[in-house]
């Protein structure tokens, strides 16, 4: 078997073969999301089967098996999607797909149903296809638009995704009294790398198309999704996992109308009071793992009246509210002489706070100076 192979066609086959252990740890990953990480592995194994033709067509392999030759391409149209889902099984607890969530891969079947006559053609008309469509001035437009085709589909789901971090953020607030352990670097990292691929991908269309057309471009998108899957595996690991208790049963509190709620305004007014009551004898807000759904079984109130009296009747978020009583309890036990042998960390870790950052910028945020400038002003005007 007369094979071709260099530098570029190496490196491909290190990306797949990387791509497909990234799968397998993905699968058996010891996480709490089982679900998120199925699809994190699903996803993987689709984008190392559409880098897969990097080996077919460099290595002439396709030459012995020519039915090989654009097996790989509709996946592409299931990478975009695919991340999409991994990111919905990550910020939403129980998630499961919805008899319309069907509609995201019609591209992908749509494609598969147009290559139909293609795959149907004998192997030598698909060896002469693939050995002159990048040399035909007719046929090199197709692989530019298919290219095209991606990253338009590839920027529509990052738009997607990005709306859908928005709504999770705005969901974390309203649930957690701490959010530092929700970390979100993961998805960040991940969306630019994929959109940094694509446009890199497009880029490499048009210098095809337009410049140096008699270099080979096409090796080096292969080399790119490589640099990109083991970019992607080591940060995966790394970084923590996003976990959360926020349900997914189409009744979204942060999402829900509150004039549509059964409480009353009298209903409201009674288990407002009956929260500042609880709050204050009680001190909840010194567990700093404390959320929404704890401190409505504590209250005994249910998650989602509970929420709708922190945002309506006291104009807050659940993380504001709870947050602004563990800065009354830091400056009430700052000002005991008696805790002045203290760290101000250590004061703020006893008032509620697990994080000095979190700490800091939400002291920042509710009194407009750095804890270190509220110590020396009360230290030099002691109050009362």
Known sequence: MDLSIDIFTILNIIGVFQGFFAVFLFLFANKKNKKA??????????????????????????????????????????????????????????????????????????????????????????IKFIETIYHDGNKILLPIIIWIIVLC?????????????????????????NIKSINLNWLNYAINIFLIMNICFFI?????LMIFQNFNWEKIIPLIATVGIFSLTYKAFILPEIYTNI??????????KY??????????????????????????????????VSLSEQINISRNDLSQIINT?????????????????????????????????????ESGFNSKSTFNDVFKKMTNQTPSQFKKETKIYPKG
């Open 37 to 126: 990480n199925i699809i994190l592995a699903i996803l993987f194994l689709i984008i190392t089967i559409s880098i897969s033709y990097g080996i077919i067509y460099f290595t002439k392999l396709y030459k012995y098996f020519p039915h090989l030759i654009r097996i790989s391409q509709p996946f592409q149209l299931l990478i975009a999607p695919m991340f999409y889902f991994y990111v919905k099984f990550l910020t939403i607890q129980n998630y499961s797909f919805k008899k319309f969530d069907f509609l995201h891969f019609l591209p992908f079947i749509a494609f598969v149903i147009i290559l139909i006559p293609f795959y149907l053609q004998d192997g030598m008309t698909k």
């Open 153 to 177: 589909y590839s920027v529509f789901y990052i738009v997607l995704i990005k709306n859908i971090l928005k709504d999770y953020k705005k969901q974390i607030v309203n649930n957690f009294s």
């Open 204 to 208: 490499i269309g048009l210098l095809k």
């Open 247 to 256: 349900e997914d049963d189409n009744k979204d509190i942060n999402e829900q």
């Open 259 to 292: 004039n549509k709620s059964l409480l009353k305004t009298e209903n409201i007014e009674y288990n407002a009071k009956k929260i500042l009551e609880y709050i204050e004898k009680e001190k909840p807000y010194l567990d700093p793992d404390l959320s929404l």
């Open 313 to 349: 009747y006291f104009n807050k978020n659940f993380y504001d509210f709870i947050n602004s009583y563990r800065i009354e309890e830091f400056k009430r036990i700052l000002l005991n002489p008696e805790n002045d042998k203290f760290t101000i960390l250590s004061l703020a870790f």
